[in-house]
């Protein structure tokens, strides 16, 4: 079970709550008179003719896994941590004949046992091939399939418009798999407090705890997005459901049916700032639009491509750009050395630039920290961070500074509080780029770090 919040009018609830147990797939069988329909009359007739194509293809997922927690009880009188069983029910979608199924990975993440039920009732246990915490999407294979199953297209042309009608196919309340329909509210999402690098469909589709992992779907039948949170006060849909576009989907399925075992995003090297109203009239613009280039990562991507600090990127590929989020959601649909056209407004005049992007630098592996063996910080892992680690770690790729790998229990550092995953920013004043830095401070230090997105400031006694 999974929910989070979000500190704004409405609580954001992953739609991957609920209980594990045993749910009966869809019972009925589809009249096969009817055919896909061709013209909005007949869909506001029925549904029936593109159900009858893509739920076939709509899975249930049971998982179960354990969870090592601590009893207060129990801890009082010395015990440590206990395990207990969790379970999750959601949603899935094959997308590949020979077993390849998608889901959201909070469905499946932390569990041991994966259950996959089908349309007609067959029962596969599963195992995860790949799974992409940043896109939120997690890529299953079935076991021991001995026929083609059905599958649903990834359609990832982006040709959608808001208005067009949508089926929402999933498990709600683990009851078995579920139709709704609604409309496409909006396109390319991107300040949702969901990820930092997607940009997400939004619908009116009634989407409700376990629908996640499951199928939108267009009128054609293809599959365009995966459903994975809503906004909700209850908990239940309240009209504002959001679903991870195919090209993203796409994007971790061919990582996985590749032999990654990661999803590797490559970047363009940029950091910038929305065009608001204001400083669209302070750089001239008829119109707020695009993203203004507020540093370029040397030798990067963009560097390489002539961007500018200062110009405004407005698209990626011909796909508009506003902001970061949808910066980063772009670029990370494409592969490592792809070659992307960026359309940039360069002193008030439109230029399309070349960018051939490319892997973040660096290296990701936090567990490659040194440890300090001398001074006030002795007894810390710590490594300078790079634009790999520190995109890894949810943070900014621009940032510079020292993470700490770990902390050895009983050393100078422990005593000073310090954690695992805090970020020394300065010592004494100055800024930290290397862990050669911290080697050798005396009592008496000032440091400042960044824990958790704070700025602590403090002297090592």
């Not at 399939?145 to 297209?153: D, G, K, W, Y």
């Not at 629908?211 to 009209?239: C, E, W």
């Not at 949808?326 to 399309?352: I, K, M, Y």
């Not at 993470?403 to 050895?408: K, L, N």
Request: charged share 20%; with cysteine; aromatic share 4%.
């Amino acid at each position: 079970m999974r929910t989070s919040t979000l500190a704004i009018a409405a609580a954001l609830a992953l739609a991957a709550c609920g209980q594990p147990n045993d749910t009966r797939a869809q019972d009925g069988v589809f009249a096969d008179n009817r055919v896909t329909p061709t013209d909005v009359m007949t869909m506001k007739a029925s549904f029936a003719p593109v159900v009858r194509e893509t739920a076939p293809a709509v899975v249930n997922i049971s998982a179960v896994g354990v969870q090592r927690v601590q009893d207060p009880f129990f801890s009082r009188f010395g015990f440590g941590p206990q395990t207990q069983r969790v379970g999750s029910v959601g949603s899935g979608v094959i997308v590949r004949p020979d077993g390849v199924v998608v889901t959201n990975n909070h469905v499946i993440e932390g569990m041991q046992q994966i259950r996959v039920t089908l349309n007609d009732r067959r029962e596969f246990s599963a195992r995860v091939v790949l799974a992409d915490p940043r896109s939120d999407i997690a890529v299953l294979q079935l076991e021991g399939v001995q026929e083609r199953l059905p599958t649903l297209n990834i359609d990832d042309q982006e040709e959608q418009q808001v208005g067009d009608l949508v089926l929402a196919i999933g498990n709600p309340f683990g009851v078995g798999q579920t139709v709704t329909n609604g409309i496409i509210s909006a396109l390319n999402r991107t300040e949702t407090g969901i990820s930092d690098s997607g940009s997400f469909i939004q619908t009116d589709a009634p989407i409700n705890p376990g629908n996640s992992g499951g199928a939108l779907v267009d009128m054609d039948g293809d599959l365009i997005g995966i459903n994975t949170a809503i906004f909700s006060r209850s908990g239940s849909s309240s009209g504002v459901g959001f679903a991870v576009p195919a090209t993203m989907v796409r994007r971790v399925v061919e990582s996985a049916v590749g032999g990654a075992t990661a999803v590797v995003r490559p970047w363009l090297g940029v950091k910038g700032e929305t065009v608001s109203a204001d400083i669209a009239r302070s750089l001239g613009l008829d119109r707020p639009q695009g993203l203004v280039v507020t540093e370029v990562y040397p030798g990067g991507p963009a560097a390489r491509a002539g961007v500018r600090q200062g110009d405004v990127i407005t698209a990626i590929d011909g796909a508009e750009v506003n902001d970061q989020g949808g910066l980063n959601f772009r670029v990370g649909t494409r592969a490592p050395n792809d070659t992307v056209q960026v359309g940039v407004l360069r002193d008030g005049r439109p230029e399309t630039l070349n960018a051939r992007v490319q892997p973040l630098p660096g290296d990701a592996d936090i567990d490659r920290a040194t440890i300090i063996r001398s001074g006030v910080l002795s007894g810390a892992q710590a490594l300078a961070l790079n634009p790999a680690l520190a995109d890894s770690l949810g943070g900014d790729p621009f940032a510079t500074g020292v993470i700490v790998g770990g902390v050895q229990r009983g050393s100078y550092a422990a005593r000073t509080g310090l954690q695992r995953g805090d970020i020394i920013l300065a010592v004494n004043g100055r800024p930290v780029t290397s862990v050669e830095q911290l080697a050798d401070l005396g009592r008496g230090s000032e440091v400042v770090i960044e824990r958790r997105g704070r700025r602590i400031a403090g002297v090592i006694g």
